[in-house]
């Protein structure tokens, strides 16, 4: 059979339709999320990010096929905050999810009607957005369930989420998994509790989880001599074994059944954390301050293997933000959003490559209520290898800057010896926090208060929320 020479050419065009249209059906509209947040976890407590424990195995080897951002930081040491920026991609003070109100106590601010947060989004986009967390400070009390057709904060949430995969792996969907395994009272069960210092003999004994989670919380920290550096070291041993709980029971089930389902070239996976945890470096415990212990998180990003092949570089070095997941999510999914009403900005062009600059990172601590006092209230921001807080309220240390490159534990503070420096960056400071009211006056966001179910006060007050 011959053909004319426009006939041929429209011959060949027939030929190519169906390849374009795959490339153009295989790309985003059928990509799935799943969405991976461990409460309180540090970066630098896993394998991949350079700790010299056995933590995190599973973890490790999902992040040697996937993207580890080195730097990449929380705005907040607080979970409700942190996880509405990393939804909404916008600063909690825009937000205005929170706990604490000076008059009221420890009471929810809800999402402002009038903000979209990401999962409402990928409702419109027709996909089927699940979520199985631990409740408490991502609980629906706070608008988290918006968008979500099932919202999940029961006790095995995580194997019900697993289970959910199973039966609606054909589906294109959203699921958001939470978890606050690694959270204290660090008591992870045997092997893991004795793992990483089975010679320890002193006070913190093996506590069981059954009832009151609260009790567990007291009896745990009352058995806690914070000043002797032999329980300080067993108590980060007991957050080790924690995270290798977290990721042998619950990261490794996960991972087998996004392979075995064969999902991992049809879904975009993000792990990460709301924030870290401390252990004396400064002073203090848990998750109470602005230093890199509590906002250096892990970030890892699996990408099916036709985005992968569009990124060159698997650790990227410069700095990121939580903000910046949401509209990453958008452009990978490649669903239109507006970019008016978010803050942060794809890490397309980070992955890429093309982008060399660290980005700014603003953070902001604002604390629940404790002891019928408000704790002080710090504002933070991180730039080109420099960190200046302020710690609002504080006569004595109102200031602190950190010369990272050179003291990157942050002991020393430069404030009173680099003027120039801290000048420039409170001048900085004092115009995000200025553009952030702008951002959210502009838009009429309104605090409002919700109260809380029975279930969510019982949780958070085993968490050591609230009194």
Not at 300 to 307: E, K, R
Request: glycine share 6%.
């Amino acid at each position: 059979m011959k053909y004319s020479g426009w006939k041929w050419l429209f011959f060949l065009a027939l030929c190519f339709i169906p390849f374009l249209c795959s490339r153009c059906t295989t790309r985003s509209p059928d990509l799935n999320l799943v969405f991976v947040s461990i409460d309180t976890l540090r970066a630098d407590h896993l394998g991949c990010y350079g700790y010299d424990r056995d933590t995190s195995p599973n973890i490790d080897r999902f992040a040697k096929n996937g993207i580890l951002f080195k730097n990449a930081f929380s705005h907040s040491p607080k979970t409700a905050p942190s996880h509405m920026s990393m939804f909404t991609s916008q600063y909690s003070t825009v937000h205005g999810v929170f706990m604490f109100d000076r008059r009221r106590g420890a009471i929810p601010y809800v999402l402002d009607e009038k903000i979209t947060p990401l999962a409402e989004i990928l409702a419109q986009n027709d996909y089927t957005c699940v979520g199985f967390t631990g409740g408490g400070n991502v609980s629906e009390e706070y608008g988290f369930n918006r968008g979500f057709h099932i919202y999940d904060s029961s006790q095995n949430h995580w194997k019900k989420g697993i289970a959910w995969l199973r039966n609606n792996y054909q589906k294109k969907f959203f699921v958001f998994f939470h978890t606050y395994a690694v959270h204290d009272p660090y008591l992870p069960p045997e092997p893991y509790f004795s793992m990483f210092d089975p010679e320890y003999k002193g006070k913190i004994a093996r506590i069981d989880k059954q009832g009151d989670w609260f009790k567990h919380k007291d009896a745990f920290w009352d058995n806690v001599d914070k000043n002797d550096p032999r329980d300080i070291r067993h108590l980060i041993a007991l957050y080790d074994g924690s995270i290798k709980y977290m990721d042998d029971r619950l990261m490794k089930p996960l991972f087998a059944v996004l392979e075995e389902l064969d999902l991992l070239d049809k879904t975009v996976i993000v792990f990460t954390s709301d924030h870290g945890e401390e252990f004396k470096e400064h002073g203090q415990f848990v998750h109470e301050q602005v230093y890199d212990e509590l906002l250096h998180v892990p970030l890892i990003l699996s990408l099916p293997s036709f985005l992968a092949e569009e990124v060159k570089v698997k650790a990227p070095d410069v700095q990121v933000r939580l903000i910046d997941l949401m509209p990453t999510i958008l452009d990978l999914l490649d669903i239109k959003h507006s970019q008016r009403d978010l803050q942060g900005v794809s890490l397309r062009p980070v992955m890429a490559g093309k982008e060399k600059d660290d980005r700014i990172l603003y953070g902001c601590r604002i604390p629940s209520w404790s002891q019928n006092k408000p704790r002080i209230r710090n504002n933070v921001i991180r730039q080109k290898g420099f960190k200046l807080i302020h710690n609002v309220r504080n006569k004595q240390k109102p200031w602190e800057l950190y010369d990272l490159s050179s003291d990157p534990g942050e002991k020393i503070s430069l404030h009173d010896e680099q003027r120039e420096k801290a000048n420039e960056l409170t001048g900085l400071l004092r115009q995000i926090i200025k553009e952030n009211q702008q951002f959210k006056e502009s838009r009429g966001y309104r605090a409002r208060h919700a109260k809380f179910e029975k279930d969510t006060l019982q949780k958070l007050r085993a968490l050591g929320y609230i009194e």
